[in-house]
């Protein structure tokens, strides 16, 4: 009580020495929900750890790393859209195309079968149906999304091909910012923005003929990972509507899942795609740090925040990957690697590759509930009559990455929002400001010392690249929780955004409870097409889960 009391008058001071004022309740909520005590984790894990390294952020990381796919044989396989994991919702569809994949429906417009503006008209439709129900979609930009599908349809007539996603409607995140639209990034403080610019990632996606049909629901500021936005609501799992979606990308693992899109676009912190993505039934990766450009997307943490594709299948997620991914000058944190064909290597399978089972994460209690448990453990089994084998992998240096990950998320957040906290605090929801706020009681030193132990560790993990090819862990402690439950949801994806390893969640089975319950692949840097790779495989193996 002692340290927490006197980690309280430091916040205090460093707040009105900003200018931004603190209420009491803030202050007793703060301590109710863990925020200090996290703070005063990682201060202490710190105090144990040499002061002599070069912060992480001075390392030429990704620099050096060899120019050339190494994903596979190099032998290109027929891409196949792969077994649809279920449906969580069984109801009507006349078209029969609600669950379908983006590979599915691009061939059908290819074939002249379906128009791009009638698929635009189903989906928009569907979201009309179903959004009330589950909060997924923040804006719908129905005029925007009809035009882009009538130019879609016209540039398919005239043989203008733009690739797998011409004309196929898909959903961005609301801090993505894009011309002539409100992009809140889930605040108030914004809720009045229009931007005049687009993304990196909307340009893109549109000059690869992507129908954007909307923008999706998100924890205020991306800083939550549950949906419990006090603004705007949460976000209703489609299995459950009881339960929650996971944070920070609710709307879009929602919207995917719950077939009102095709795929869509989330943002990853700590667990921003993969959480929801897992919650949901759907696959979702975090491409490898800089990777895929941030610029014009609302940032939390400007050095763990990557952007990926969320969809139903992992040869969608390969096809978004092939459109996003790539060097942009206007993000300095892109890297100049070589952008492989993330669909030419996915039918090559696990024949021979070591598959790192985590044995230990360095913590003291169990690492996920019987169920994921019991899941993983289906996924690793599936790898190894694949012809994988496995090799048993300690990291105890996880518990200490996630102690890493918070503190740098606090402290980075602290720094985006301290100008609009000292003015605009009542703007923000008190989750939001008492997660922010909290930086405020860390020592001045909390980020250079967060940095120093982020490379000790990263040094220290990169040794099981000599052992393994790729690493599995759970993807989720648990099912999906109830509604309003931010729980502690990042615990086996926070740590791959310290180390910024590419990471992707696959749905493998549902529980008893009949919710998704899903398995994690991490691959070293620049290696998202092996995960990819051996994602595919497991969803191979899977079979249509029901």
């Not at 927490?4 to 909520?29: A, F, W």
């Not at 605040?187 to 003929?209: M, N």
């Not at 696990?350 to 089972?357: E, P, S, T």
Request: proline share 5%; hydrophobic share 40%.
């Amino acid at each position: 009580m002692a340290d927490t009391d006197n980690l309280v008058k430091q916040m205090q001071l460093n707040l009105q020495s900003v200018g931004i004022p603190v209420r009491d309740d803030d202050l007793e909520e703060m301590r109710v929900r863990g925020f200090l005590e996290q703070v005063e984790d990682f201060e202490e894990y710190a105090r144990s750890v040499s002061s002599e390294p070069v912060p992480d952020f001075l390392a030429q990381w990704g620099e050096d790393v060899p120019t050339t796919d190494t994903a596979g044989s190099g032998r290109r396989g027929d891409l196949t859209a792969g077994p649809l994991f279920g449906k969580p919702q069984r109801d009507a569809d006349a078209s029969g195309l609600r669950y379908a994949s983006i590979v599915e429906v691009a061939g059908m417009i290819k074939r002249r079968e379906i128009s791009s503006y009638e698929l635009t008209v189903q989906a928009i439709e569907r979201i009309s149906e179903r959004d009330p129900v589950l909060n997924a979609f923040q804006s719908v930009i129905t005029g925007q999304a009809l035009k882009a599908a009538r130019r879609a349809d016209q540039e398919m007539e005239a043989g203008i091909e733009l690739g797998p996603l011409h004309g196929v409607p898909i959903a961005i995140k609301d801090l993505m910012a894009k011309r002539g639209t409100v992009t809140t990034a889930g605040s108030l403080i914004h809720a009045g923005r229009v931007t005049d610019y687009d993304a990196d990632s909307v340009e893109r996606l549109e000059a690869a003929g992507a129908v954007i049909v909307g923008k999706t629901r998100m924890s205020e500021f991306a800083f939550s990972p549950g949906s419990n936005n006090e603004h705007y609501g949460p976000t209703r799992n489609p299995w459950n509507l009881e339960r929650d979606t996971g944070g920070s990308s609710s709307g879009s693992g929602a919207s995917v899942a719950d077939g009102l899109v095709y795929g869509a676009i989330g943002s990853d912190t700590g667990g921003s795609i993969r959480m929801p993505a897992a919650l949901c039934g759907i696959v979702g990766l975090k491409p490898t740090f800089g990777r895929v450009s941030l610029y014009g997307v609302d940032s939390l943490a400007w050095s763990l925040d990557h952007l990926g594709p969320m969809t139903r299948t992992v040869a969608d997620a390969a096809l978004m990957m092939n459109v996003l991914a790539g060097h942009d000058t206007r993000d300095v944190r892109t890297r100049r690697v070589l952008v492989p064909d993330y669909t030419a290597n996915l039918n090559d399978g696990v024949q021979g590759l070591r598959i790192g089972v985590l044995v230990n994460d360095g913590s003291s209690g169990p690492m996920a509930s019987n169920d994921s448990m019991d899941a993983w453990h289906q996924s690793l089994r599936m790898l190894r009559d694949q012809g994988a084998e496995l090799v048993e992998i300690a990291m105890p240096e996880i518990d200490a990455l996630r102690l890493v990950n918070g503190a740098v998320v606090r402290n980075e957040a602290a720094v985006y929002h301290q100008a609009n906290l000292a003015t605009k605090y009542d703007l923000y929801s008190r989750f939001m400001r008492q997660r922010v706020m909290s930086a405020y009681a860390a020592s001045p030193t909390s980020l250079g010392r967060a940095n120093q132990v982020r490379a000790l560790l990263r040094r220290a993990c990169d040794r099981i690249w000599s052992q393994v090819d790729v690493l599995s862990t759970p993807a989720m402690s648990y099912e999906a929780p109830m509604l309003g439950d931010p729980s502690r949801n990042t615990l086996f994806t926070g740590p791959f955004n310290t180390l910024g390893w590419p990471a992707a969640v696959i749905p493998i089975r549902v529980s008893d409870n009949n919710l998704p319950l899903s398995s994690q692949i991490i691959g070293k840097p620049w290696d998202d097409a092996r995960v990819l790779r051996v994602a595919h495989s497991l969803e191979a193996g899977r079979g249509t889960v029901r």
